[in-house]
């Protein structure tokens, strides 16, 4: 029963999300794009998340000083690093302390694809500070921010967005840039980073690609969070790395 509760209270979420969208529809493309968000994080996002975990806007960083592009859903603990906020939740936010991002598109288009994936290989370059030691292998483990995508809808309504992402990746059936990615109607593909496979879930009635993107992604957080340990803020402040010993 309390299974059922669960269910049908994020079916209910998506449907409302899905009702707000079609009526955004009528906005201009520049409005459009930031209301969609606000859809997905307040209908999607936020009523998944534990108190540990919050959604912000903007930028990530690192150590170094390497930054992102702007990145529509970045999902981060402030108990690993406090982020720098410039409103609610825009800001800009140390990698260490992020877990997952979301590009949140109102059509997915081959334009918009390049672009998500243009900003997604940023996110490799960037350094972590933080991890945790493992004594037998001598080395940090870390797990890295978890990069997805999320679309209502698709301009190419017959062609397989698999197929289509192919095209714009060459790293897709080994190391793909994003990791998983959700069109509405269409299904979710999601990448297997061990076996090196991608899986793919149909669209239903009750939406369940949109509820196998969202609860994959809620449930890596705790293993990403896990892996990061003790981050600390002086790493940001020095400009680098401070080794220490383990």
């Not at 707000?20 to 999607?44: C, D, M, P, W």
């Not at 877990?99 to 390049?114: F, I, N, P, Y």
Request: proline content about 5%.
């Amino acid at each position: 029963m309390a299974g059922n509760v669960f269910r049908n209270r994020l079916i209910s979420k998506i449907r409302a999300a899905m009702a707000e969208y079609k009526e955004a529809g009528s906005l201009g493309h520049s409005l459009l794009k930031g209301r969609v968000r606000e859809i997905a994080v307040q209908n999607l996002f936020d009523p998944l998340l534990s108190p540990d975990f919050r959604i912000g806007t903007g930028t990530i960083i690192d150590a170094h000083g390497k930054e992102s592009g702007e990145t529509d859903v970045i999902v981060y603990s402030s108990k690993l690093l406090p982020p720098i906020l410039y409103s609610d939740r825009f800001g800009t936010f140390p990698i260490d302390a992020c877990l997952a991002t979301v590009e949140v598109k109102s059509e997915l288009t081959a334009r918009e694809l390049r672009t998500t994936l243009g900003n997604a290989r940023k996110m490799p370059q960037m350094k972590y500070t933080s991890g945790i030691y493992d004594k037998d292998t001598q080395t940090v483990h870390v797990a890295v921010v978890t990069r997805t995508l999320f679309a209502f809808s698709s301009d190419a309504p017959k062609k397989d967005e698999l197929e289509r992402y192919k095209e714009h990746d060459s790293g897709w059936a080994s190391c793909p840039l994003i990791k998983q990615f959700c069109v509405v109607g269409k299904g979710t593909w999601s990448f297997d980073t061990p076996g090196r496979k991608w899986y793919y879930e149909k669209p239903t009635a009750e939406h369940e690609e949109v509820v196998s993107f969202l609860t994959s992604v809620v449930d890596q957080l705790i293993d990403v969070f896990d892996s990061r340990g003790h981050p600390k803020l002086r790493n940001y402040v020095k400009g680098g790395y401070t080794s220490e010993c383990p």
